[in-house]
């Protein structure tokens, strides 16, 4: 037998197994749906570590953020500049620890205080050359982060051990018990500095949306269109995210069966046997 063929009839027949286990519901059909979750990131971390347009678009962003301070730099201020920047996926590179999730179907927060612990994590594309640039012209530079506060000694490790500037404890601000959002440091930052950029992956790097359903956050960025490139720097991220938690209500604690049902929920489709794109999304027109 042709060797492509059997592999097709052999994935074929798997598939007919699985669905035919499925079909009889119970547990089987939540064994299935939980052992397949962490698999199911395998190809956000493949883009976000092997894609060049993943690079670009960091690449992008950075150089974006230079033009805006060369031309703040060319006016007064009153205070001194700021600029704040979330840290995981906008600064250091997480996606070894994602990987390692998806190798194993693994899920958040797994190891994750391991990972921190190792302070292994390498800079994003152009973040440290625009820091530096930053640090050179007297830039106040904040790194504002929802790692917790008992990982402050590592995470302070981690950006100096890669030559990151202004790595000192009064410029890491990771969250505290009391911290809901980062909404209350942005505000200390505020009261003594000329904030002109804030940089992240998340729409909660740069305020807190009225809603943190998927409408209310595209609300929320139909409400800042002006802001970003200019004041709001976003950076990419498909592994996780404010955007995934919004999926499940922001309920984490639900079932992995139904975070695999609410991922697939939200997906906008074309339907060969109607000819539609059927199921569209609450951001749709």
Known sequence: MHKLRKITMEAGAATLMTLSVLGFGGTATVTAAKTDLGNQNTMAVAW???????KALYLQGYNVARQNLNQSLAQPSDQPRAIILDIDETVLDNSPYQAYNALHNGQFPTYWN???SAAKAKPVP???DFLDYANQNGVQIYYVSDRTTDQLKATKKNLVDQGLPQATNDHIMLKGKKDKTKESRRQ???RHNNVIMLFGD??????DPQSASVKGR???????TNQFGSKYI?????????WEAALYGNDYSISDAKKNQARKSHLTYFNP?????????VTEP
Do not use: H, R
């Open 273 to 281: 046997k109607t000819n539609k794109v059927e199921n569209k999304t």
């Open 114 to 116: 391991t990972w921190v």
């Open 188 to 190: 200390a930052i505020e």
């Open 126 to 128: 152009g973040a440290k």
């Open 218 to 224: 595209y609300n929320d960025v139909l409400k800042n």
């Open 234 to 242: 976003v950076l990419p991220c498909p592994m996780y995210g404010g």
């Open 202 to 207: 998340s729409l909660t790097d740069f305020n």
């Open 48 to 54: 976000y570590q092997t894609s060049a347009e993943c």
